[in-house]
């Protein structure tokens, strides 16, 4: 650390009381989970000093109001309301960058998973023993009441993926439930996805072998109250993560969810110009125009609920933002055969400069629909 900000002596230390165990607990729509939690880990961790940051995404279901409930009885207690953003991966890393102790736990809010391995947990990471502690769904001991067969198939094949692919060796990266030390996490915090689900998949993959792992079974337990928010989309944000570490972060999800919506939006455009030509017999340039009408409007609806799905626009906004979402696919349309003409006209390989001129097309309409169209609150 650099000298310049060490508190200094004049700050002295009021060691009495601080936390050895942060636990961040993510959650969204956990109301009738949170107290519970909290009890239990009272109990659990009554020999360990501890706290608990609940990171919540503005919950319509107000489970920030019950964690403050709690937090204005227990300082040990904090509330992180976050607004206008969605993620597991986002809140999870926040959470325990918003925290001190030197070791960090990431758990799940609906009590599935056992928290009486948190003593343990902590052991391992102060003995020196680890770096990491992964409760494993798959080594020896491990039970499971909440997870049904189809999952756990998806599970075990995307975890087998991600061991070749990404050359990580733990059994269990896409587990929710780990404990790590501060200052190893606080060095690959700036390299993680804020996006997604996979935080510790991540975690593992950037740390490239340098974290001392050590696994232990518990018993995945079944869910209390509310529902999983794992739907069919984590496998994209699988598939995104396992894109990002391969390519160093050059190629985002975002960006490859994108390109994918564009591709298919070339298809909806000729099938759009094929019914307005044949079905409607119209001539061809008002053709033309409706099947870029149609694909831009089919883009902008597909990003808005799949590449965008954590910043979906709702409301008055849908229109505000289809509307800047043509105007930026114009521009872009234009920087697409500007391009291509320079490029043809430099090099007169039709393909060459067709596949440029697209490029530029989707970069550009890439980078300004994120800077106008889904812009971060
Ligand atoms: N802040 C925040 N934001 N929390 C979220 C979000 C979000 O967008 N989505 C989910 N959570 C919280 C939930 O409230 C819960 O506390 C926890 O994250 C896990 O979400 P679940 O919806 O219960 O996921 P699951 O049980 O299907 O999957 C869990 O187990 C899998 C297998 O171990 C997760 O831990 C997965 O990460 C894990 O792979
Ligand atoms: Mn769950």
Known sequence: MNDAIKPGPEIPSQAVGLPLLSVVVPTFNERDNVTVLYRRLETTLAGIPWEVVFVDDNSPDGTWEVVRGLARRDSRVRCL????????????IE??????????????????????QLPKMVELLRSGKADLVVGSRYIEGY?????????????????????????????DPMSGFF?????????????????GFKI????????????????????????QHGESKLDSMVALDFLGLVLAKLTHDVISLRFVLFGLVGSLGLLVHLAALYVALEVFGAPFPEAQATGAIVAMTSNFVLNNFLTYRDQRLKGFAILRGLLLFYLV????????????????????????????????????????????VWRKR
């Open 179 to 195: 404990a790590i030390r501060r200052d190893r996490f606080e060095e690959l915090a700036p390299h993680l996805s804020t996006q």
């Open 329 to 372: 696919c114009s521009v872009g349309l234009l920087a697409n055969v500007g391009v291509a003409f320079s490029v043809y006209d430099q090099e007169p390989i039709w393909w060459l400069a067709g596949a440029a001129g697209a490029l530029m097309g989707v970069v550009w309409n890439y980078a300004m629909s994120g800077l106008f």
């Open 95 to 116: 959470g325990i960058l918003a925290s001190s102790a030197p070791y960090a736990v990431v758990m799940d809010a609906d009590l599935q998973h056992d928290e009486t």
């Open 200 to 223: 510790l998949l991540d975690v593992v993959a950037t740390a490239q072998g340098k974290l001392r792992a050590v696994e232990i079974p518990y018993t995945f337990g079944s869910r």
């Open 81 to 92: 309301r976050r607004v206008g953003r969605r993620g597991l991966s986002g809140a999870c």
């Open 143 to 171: 039970r499971a009441e909440g997870f049904d067969k189809q999952r756990a198939g998806a599970s075990a094949f995307a975890t087998e993926i991600a061991r070749r692919l990404l050359r990580v060796d733990i059994a």
